[in-house]
């Protein structure tokens, strides 16, 4: 990368960072400039408005999270396997990518779910490609002869996302230490209901 490249990236590494510790409302130029040590009027030649550096971010961040979570389950071979480390890979990917936080994109898609513009666009865009995986995963899953002929696909991805949620809430508002085994035993559960070895 050249300099500029390189500053902008780590602007956006910092932002990602601000916004799992206290949403992507929390960035401004202003406090980010502050951050990362730069003038108000240098960073603001990198993102124009509020708006662009907040849409930056959410995309910065999946790119992190695909990177983290995806790139690695690709290498493990099809079917279950696979998505086993998804979802292992999708629970920890905070801790993964050294945020202190919680995850920055589900903040996101808790600040933005009713605030139509480019910001929500760009928090949909990363869950929708998100399920379209997942549900790829599955569908690999079903051909592999692992999960039964039939699944509902989608009534998988919607288990596996809310087995997710619960997980980091009851994680990072309760701060329950049994939740990473609540999460797995449910997981368990998903898949052994889809398994193409069990009796329907």
């Excluded at 980010?32 to 030649?45: E, Y």
């Excluded at 079917?79 to 995850?103: P, S, T």
């Excluded at 508002?173 to 999460?183: F, K, N, S, V």
């Excluded at 997981?187 to 069990?198: I, P, Q, W």
């Amino acid at each position: 990368m050249n300099k500029g490249a390189r500053t902008r990236q780590t602007i956006l590494d910092a932002a990602v960072a601000m916004a799992s510790e206290a949403g992507f409302e929390s960035l401004s130029i202003g406090a980010l400039a502050g951050r990362v040590g730069m003038s108000k009027s240098g960073l603001f030649a990198h993102f124009g408005s509020r708006e662009d550096l907040q849409v930056a971010a959410i995309e910065a961040a999946a790119a992190r999270f695909s990177d983290l979570v995806f790139v690695p389950a690709l290498k493990a071979p099809r079917g279950i396997a696979r998505i086993e480390i998804l979802f292992n890979r999708w629970l920890n990917w905070v801790e993964l990518g050294g945020l202190e936080g919680g995850c920055p994109l589900q903040a996101a898609a808790l600040e933005f779910d009713d605030r139509p513009g480019p910001v929500r666009d760009a928090v949909m865009t990363h869950f929708l490609q998100l399920e379209k995986e997942l549900g790829k995963a599955v569908t690999i899953a079903i051909e592999e002869g692992q999960f039964r002929k039939g699944l509902d696909e989608g009534q998988f991805v919607f288990e596996l996302f809310a087995i997710v949620s619960a997980a980091y809430y009851r994680g990072r508002l309760l701060d329950d230490d049994i939740t990473p085994q609540r999460a797995q035993t449910a997981f368990e559960g998903l898949v052994e209901r889809s398994s193409a070895k069990t009796v329907h």
